[in-house]
């Protein structure tokens, strides 16, 4: 059974900081591994997706990085702006067949003070 | 193409009552799942359709919890008997795509508090 850990659970930096979050998880046969933001009672929106076979995906002033041989993801936020306040979640998909379901983590809280 | 829209937003009910939830996929998404978060959890998993079939159920989806795709567009979901354990944001997303170009899109949720 797939168990993802995000830590820390919550993080407050000063705008302008680069940041790092991270994810582990316990079955490294994943399909891939995904990266939502979500914003207080809201959806989640897709900020990154990561196949098994990659190491990083980049979209703007988000990396994220993929070491499967660890179990670990983490999602690198350059320059931190105030709007970039939400819940991080990651999660990923086992190479089980049949099965497609996203296990996720219990997310991270990022508050960007101005 | 407005991505995943989901009906109602919020519902409010008694304990006791039968409630149903919608989810309207993106159109050309063959596959559907339903999630269930609560406050400070990470989204779980309830149950996943490709097409009109149900593929697969999490133990968390007991008895009182139905899925249906009828036509393998859009979804219900019904909770009968509500209990307030049910209190929770219930989350639709939908996909395309095989193995590990699959990315799922997550709706805006309903959220439903039961008294």
């Known amino acids: 059974k797939q168990e993802v850990t995000q830590i820390p659970a919550a993080l407050s930096v000063p705008e302008g900081e680069n940041l790092v979050l991270n994810c582990s998880f316990t079955?490294?046969?994943?399909?891939?591994l995904q990266w939502f933001r979500q914003d207080p009672g809201k959806g989640l929106t897709s900020l990154l997706l990561?196949?098994?076979?990659?190491r990083e995906q980049t979209s703007g002033r988000l990396n994220a990085s993929l070491d499967k041989s660890s179990g670990r993801s983490t999602l690198y936020i350059a320059a931190s702006q105030p709007g970039d306040s939400a819940t991080y979640l990651c999660?990923?998909?086992?190479?089980?067949?049949?099965?497609?379901?996203?296990?996720f983590g219990s997310g991270t809280r990022l508050q960007v003070q101005p | 193409d407005t991505g995943v829209s989901q009906n109602p937003r919020h519902k409010i009910t008694k304990r006791g009552q039968n409630v149903t939830f919608r989810c309207d996929p993106i159109?050309?998404?063959?596959?559907l799942y339903w999630y269930r978060q609560t406050l400070g959890q990470g989204p779980e998993f309830l149950t996943y359709?490709?097409?009109?079939?149900?593929?697969?159920k999490s133990r968390l989806l007991s008895d009182r919890f139905s899925a249906e795709r009828p036509k393998g567009s859009f979804s219900t979901l019904e909770i009968q008997r509500t209990e307030q354990g049910d209190s929770a944001m219930y989350l639709c997303?939908?996909?395309?795509?095989?193995?590990?170009?699959?990315?799922?899109?997550f709706g805006p949720g309903t959220r439903l508090l039961v008294l």
């Open positions: 997303a939908s996909s395309s795509g095989t193995g590990n170009q699959e990315t799922q899109y």
């Open positions: 079955d490294s046969a994943i399909y891939n």
């Open positions: 990561i196949q098994s076979s990659q």
């Open positions: 999660a990923s998909n086992i190479m089980d067949t049949g099965r497609r379901a996203l296990t």
């Open positions: 159109s050309e998404h063959n596959r």
């Open positions: 359709f490709q097409n009109e079939a149900q593929l697969e």
